[in-house]
């Protein structure tokens, strides 16, 4: 379907990376202000969205940005070095008690990282793919990200949504690994 620039396309690469961006917002609330089982859910949720959102950007968004973005190296290398940081954080945590006061205390501060993060993103990299990206990079780079987003959607998907908890399962590495695949078979990657 022909696009204009700047749209509200709901496949637009750059709209579906700020749904995501807004969903991981939500939910890092949810998280900080539930308790017990809900609080474990909603982590969960948190765990799988993050994985699949920063393995894709790893995979396709920031390898375009680099080529196509003034300065894009630069901004490239420290949104990553901050994706490492958090997959990192991210692992520790998956493996404490979410009512546990460590768990609380080292959540609040990837929950900043994080937030810090995607603001960085929107800001100097995704802001200026319109200006600058041909149609059919962005289609691809839009289908990439929608693939990974069928392991981990934004919001529900009726029907879909326990085939998707069961493909995103388990630790954070097993999902970032499963996330990589899916984007590779779209991209034809290897
Ligand atoms: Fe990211
Ligand atoms: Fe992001």
Do not use: C, W, Y
């Not at 990837?110 to 995704?126: G, P, T």
């Not at 289609?139 to 929608?146: D, F, I, N, Q, T």
């Amino acid at each position: 379907m022909p696009q204009t620039k700047g749209t509200k396309d709901p496949n637009d690469v750059v709209q579906l990376l700020l749904q995501q961006h807004v969903r991981i917002r939500t939910l890092f609330e949810e998280v900080a202000t539930t308790k017990g089982e809900e609080r474990k859910e909603r982590f969960h949720e948190l765990v799988r969205l993050l994985a699949v959102h920063e393995t894709a950007e790893e995979e396709v968004v920031h390898p375009f940005a680099r080529k196509n973005i003034q300065g894009g190296e630069h901004v490239v290398k420290d949104r990553i070095d901050e994706e490492e940081k958090a997959k990192r954080a991210l692992s520790a945590l998956d493996d404490m008690d979410p009512d546990s006061p460590e768990f609380l205390d080292r959540f609040a501060a990837l929950r900043q990282d994080v937030l810090a993060h995607a603001d960085a993103e929107e800001r100097h990299e995704f802001a200026h793919f319109n200006e600058v990206a041909d149609r059919s990079k962005l289609e691809r780079l839009g289908r990439a990200v929608k693939a990974a987003e069928a392991l981990a959607p934004t919001r529900p998907h009726p029907g879909t949504d326990s085939a998707a908890k069961n493909i995103a399962a388990g630790p954070v590495a097993a999902v970032v690994d499963r996330t990589r695949d899916a984007i590779r078979k779209v991209t034809g990657t290897t």
